[in-house]
């Protein structure tokens, strides 16, 4: 009953008043999916990614299995090894890259979900249009709702296709994540890397400095 009231009033009120409303819907979403679209997804640092691969294949021939087990279980060394010290190293840039690619999922993923609410209102709008009884046949107010259905179509259209874009971008990142995932699980102690944080370089460099 509230619907049916709402329609009346849309259709008693000027058409400015419908796409006002009609954008009001759709807010900044449409907008903001474009954008997403115009962004270049995070691609896999294949320099970093051979580097890392190339440490551990190292790793496995300079150290055997029970140094290796220890330093997995145990995080105790046998003995130094500086080419674990690079892993650390490469491995936090490894981590801030991974996070940069998940938290762009998560991104995705609402706005993905931020144009699905939207398709379903504005389909609601145009089943209430759609099932709506003009008793009297007003032309002005007939064409009216012959108007809205069409726009509401379009906007639909419009939507689906920018949601279709979104979630094709999504799955070509979630692959990526998937590598990344993979080879970030293969570092040894792996759980406790920390994110590359460019002032722990700043005694590196001013070592060098000196």
């Known amino acids: 009953m509230a619907i049916d009231s709402y329609v009346n009033q ?18 900044e979403h449409l907008k903001n999916s474009e954008l997403e679209m115009l962004r270049h997804p995070t691609d896999v640092d294949n320099v970093l990614f051979e580097a890392i691969k190339s440490i551990l294949v190292d790793l496995d021939k300079e150290e055997g299995f029970i140094s290796r ?4 279980i145990f995080g105790v060394e046998v003995r130094k090894n500086k080419r674990r010290t ?3 190293l490469l491995g936090g840039q490894l981590k801030t890259q991974h996070s940069k690619v998940k938290s762009e999922l998560v991104r995705i993923y609402q706005q993905v979900e931020q144009l699905s609410i939207i398709i379903i209102d504005l389909k609601r709008l145009e089943k209430s249009f759609h099932e709506k009884n003009i008793y009297f046949q007003n032309t002005k107010t007939l064409n009216k709702k ?4 069409t726009e509401i179509k379009n906007k639909v259209v419009l939507l689906e296709a920018s949601q279709n874009a979104l979630e094709s971008k999504h799955n070509s990142v979630t692959d990526i994540e998937k590598v990344y995932s ?4 293969k570092i040894p102690r792996y759980y406790e890397l920390k994110e ?11 070592r060098k400095s000196l």
């Open 182 to 185: 993979l080879l970030f699980t």
């Open 196 to 206: 590359e944080n460019p002032l722990d370089l700043l005694p590196l460099i001013n």
């Open 146 to 149: 012959s108007f809205f259905l």
């Open 69 to 72: 087990f220890f330093y997995r």
């Open 86 to 88: 690079q892993l650390i």
């Open 10 to 27: 849309i259709l008693e009120s000027p058409i400015f008043v419908f796409e006002d409303i009609v954008d009001k819907v759709i807010g």
